[in-house]
């Protein structure tokens, strides 16, 4: 286990060393903005929805290393992906940085699964989350600042 642990951890910092897709979305139809006042996380989302399909996605915002990897693999795993389908998958990460659901499997969450740990930190929950609220936010459409709290 914690050979596992030590994998995640490097993928983690990776990501928030070098996020994917860290940029303004030319072209984007849909932002928004979250903020984790817990912990000063700040996320500005851009995404390019087609027939309900993310065809492009991007974020600028500074915070800690959780909120930035946690968005740059959120980025990464929903591109592609219709509205349902980064709904679900939203679900299933609530689920695993909560600890709720603990039986099911975390392998169709791919590399996400990496954000187990965060259960054990509950405090960690919202900068993890952050980016996918904002993910909610801006497929609704809302337009509105999100807060974690
Ligand atoms: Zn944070």
Redesign the pocket.
């Known amino acids: 286990m914690s050979d596992l642990r030590e994998l995640y951890q490097q993928l983690i910092l990776d990501h928030s060393k070098k996020p994917r897709n860290f940029r303004k979305l030319e072209g984007a139809n849909r932002t928004a903005d979250g903020h984790?006042p817990?912990?000063?996380?700040e996320i500005t989302l851009y995404l390019q929805v087609e027939d309900d399909v993310i065809r492009g996605i991007g974020f600028q915002g500074s915070?800690?290393a959780?909120?930035r990897a946690s968005a740059s693999m959120m980025t990464d795993s929903v591109k592609g992906k219709t509205r349902a389908e980064a709904q679900r998958l939203f679900e299933r990460f609530h689920d695993l940085v909560t600890g709720e659901n603990e039986g099911r499997d975390p392998a169709d969450l791919g590399k996400l699964a990496v954000f187990s740990g965060v259960k054990e930190f509950p405090v960690?929950v919202?900068?993890a989350t952050?980016s996918w609220h904002t993910l909610r936010a801006a497929l609704e459409g809302k337009g509105e600042t999100v807060s974690t709290e």
């Open positions: 984790n817990l912990c000063g996380d915070g800690c959780i909120s960690r919202k900068c952050l």
